[in-house]
């Protein structure tokens, strides 16, 4: 089993950056191909970012193209979400995900998840 506890997240000005962590407990965690979604108040969990921990793959949603990069740390066992030039609108909490099959395609939908960390708040102010 794998234990997600993300941080990081808080409140910040429009054009700011945050850096969100990821912290995951378990021995196959270099295994797991790891996501970020998040949920806007009112609205349902969109997919935000991924990639494999083979290292070769990445996958974005078109709102956080050019702006957010996902990367990892297997040393540490973290994964991590660089949010730079942050707009209101990605107001949300943000959400760890671990997906345990070594997948060729990066995974963009929430079934294709099976580990959960509790969320971390992200609040932009203009």
């Known amino acids: 089993q794998v234990q997600l506890l993300e941080s990081g997240g808080g409140l910040v000005q429009a054009g700011g950056s945050l850096r969100l962590s990821c912290a995951a407990s378990g021995r196959t965690f270099s295994s797991y191909a790891m996501g970020w979604f998040r949920q806007a108040p009112g609205k349902e969990r969109e997919f935000v970012a991924a990639?494999?921990?083979?290292?070769?793959?990445?996958l974005y949603s078109d709102p956080v193209k050019g702006r957010f990069t996902i990367s990892r740390d297997n040393a540490k066992n973290t994964v991590y979400l660089q949010m730079n030039s942050l707009k209101p609108e990605d107001t949300a909490i943000y959400y760890c995900a671990a997906d345990r099959y070594r997948r060729p395609v990066v995974a963009r939908r929430e079934y294709e998840y099976d580990y959960w960390g509790q969320g971390t708040q992200v609040t932009v102010s203009s």
């Open positions: 990639l494999n921990w083979s290292g070769d793959k990445t």
